[in-house]
């Protein structure tokens, strides 16, 4: 009888190693308003487990040094990667890597194209690495990027700036034709309904939703828009809490996931990030806090108008005028720029002899979100760019709104009437960022404004309760549970998951 023989056992397969942490290439727009937001998100991933890699030029990276200082410490998968910024396009002057400090309306166009000439660059960065990166997620400004993802099999996010208020605006102009007849010649003050909204919107041909509207600017819009609808997701920063119909909304409009995860600034937690954050340790900070803590709570105006917009010297007055005759305490951050002149200067000078004690200005950067999470702060003049409208809701304080350009105007609709957070000063059309002498706001109409968010009458009392309930909802959706946090932990295990499905795959072979 012939023996038995045992079938060999086959071989077991070693287990798969853990997949390591999703890798997210964050590639913000040159300008403080969308590069602060991204830093933000980098930061989230990071302290969630995920490497993070901000993708900037030089003069931006140096502008990040704390940043990457403070990842350092704290031992965060962040890292800062420059790229050399292009010098060879006509046009624009040498030394120019970020919208602020553009100093001539025709320049922003030749920065624009200097940009997509870092497609190259990015590309073979993103070669050299091993494994390659689990994602792209790059500002809807910066459609550049589409290629490079595309050509290397890479999912891409982009990262839309503005209120998903503004967005779904937008995006339902363009879809509903409503963008064509607004470009159209006609009356300015033309008033149009936006259509496929879930509440009643109604907007004016000059302040009609739109990024990019100029003719000058129709390729770079074109390909923008085309990037937005061939990438895999979008990521904004909003939060459920205060925008649930619209993020819906959005992203069946989109047709695509939309990952509401903010608000963003919520995200710095420890006091050198929240003086320094957007810029290096403020030296004007401890002197700020000082004078706040000398205040009553919820008795001062604080008034700024962003990175970009610079007022000239004849509504710099009125600003001026109007917070001194308004009688409130009041903290205002004004440019360097816009007090270049020597009698701006000497003029400047005498409003602070004259409101010494009652008013602080703040020359250059302004340490914007230590100022509003101090209790002494009650109010906010701000030009309604969503960065500064979010960051004043998520600290439980209304708002005088001042737009100026591109998505503000609808911004101020979404804070004053939908929100029910903000008294508008009664800006109608938008302004250039280097000319706003014709904008017909009187220090009157100031006066008025601050007056009625500060007084203590019904409707004021109302805002600031509202304002008070979204603060309370913006920290809830932050914390582990809330809808932020959740939606951020979902976006970050999609992408290890599919890189488990990749690692897994190629074990297979």
Not at 355 to 370: D, S, Y
Not at 476 to 496: D, H, P, Q, V
Request: include cysteine.
């Amino acid at each position: 009888m012939a023996p038995t023989v045992e079938p060999a056992s086959a071989t077991p397969m070693p287990p798969l190693p853990p997949p390591s942490p999703p890798h997210f290439i964050i590639v913000p727009l040159i300008a403080q308003g969308h590069t602060i937001p991204m830093v933000d998100f980098a930061r989230l991933l990071a302290d969630r487990g995920a490497r993070a890699s901000l993708v900037v030029t030089p003069l931006n990276g140096a502008r990040l040094r704390g940043v990457a200082e403070h990842a350092g410490r704290a031992k965060l998968p962040l890292e800062i990667v420059e790229l050399p910024f292009p010098t060879d396009v006509d046009g624009l002057p040498q030394g120019i890597e970020n919208f602020d400090q553009v100093t001539d309306n025709t320049h922003f166009v030749p920065l624009f194209a200097s940009l997509q000439k870092l497609a190259g660059p990015l590309e073979a960065y993103l070669r050299a690495l091993a494994p390659r990166p689990s994602c792209i997620v790059s500002d809807w400004c910066n459609p550049w990027t589409a290629g490079v993802a595309r050509s290397l099999g890479i999912p891409r996010l982009f990262f839309h700036g503005p209120s998903c208020f503004y967005s779904l605006c937008d995006l339902n102009a363009i879809d509903h034709g409503l963008h064509d007849r607004t470009s159209a010649a006609g009356d300015e003050q033309e008033k149009f309904v936006v259509p496929g909204m879930p509440v009643h919107v109604e907007v004016t041909r000059a302040t009609a939703p739109g990024f990019l509207k100029e003719p000058r600017w129709a390729a770079l819009r074109s390909e923008c828009l085309e990037a937005m609808r061939t990438a895999d997701g979008a990521v904004v920063n909003t939060f459920v809490d205060l925008e649930d119909q619209f993020v819906a909304c959005y992203e069946a409009a989109l047709g695509k996931p939309v990952w509401a995860l903010g608000p963003f600034c919520l995200s710095n937690r420890d006091a050198d990030a929240i003086a320094s954050r957007g810029n290096k340790l403020g030296v004007q900070q401890s002197a700020v806090t000082a004078w706040l803590d000398s205040k009553r709570t919820a008795s001062v105006v604080y008034v700024s108008f962003g990175s970009l917009a610079r007022k000239l010297p004849k509504l710099l007055f009125e600003v001026g005028h109007g917070l001194e005759d308004s009688g409130r305490p009041f903290l205002w951050a004004v440019k360097e720029a816009e007090v270049a002149a020597p009698e701006v200067r000497e003029w400047l000078e005498a409003l602070e002899a004259r409101t010494a004690g009652r008013g602080l200005v703040v020359r250059g950067w302004a340490p914007q979100l230590a100022v509003l999470s101090h209790r002494a702060v009650g109010g906010f003049v701000t030009h309604c760019g969503w960065n500064s409208l979010l960051e004043s809701v998520a600290h439980g304080v209304p708002v005088v709104t001042w737009p100026h350009f591109a998505d503000q105007f609808v911004n101020e609709r979404l804070a004053v009437d939908v929100l029910g957070v903000g008294v508008p000063v009664g800006v109608r059309a938008p302004v250039t960022i280097f000319d706003d002498e014709n904008v017909p706001v009187t220090r009157r109409d100031i006066v008025r404004a601050v007056s009625a968010l500060m007084d203590e009458g019904e409707e004021a009392e109302d805002r600031r309760r509202r304002a008070n309930e979204y603060e309370e909802k913006a920290r809830m959706a932050m914390e582990k549970g809330g809808s932020s946090y959740e939606n951020l932990t979902e976006l970050i295990e999609s992408f290890r998951q599919s890189r488990a499905v990749e690692a897994n795959r190629k074990q297979s072979r």
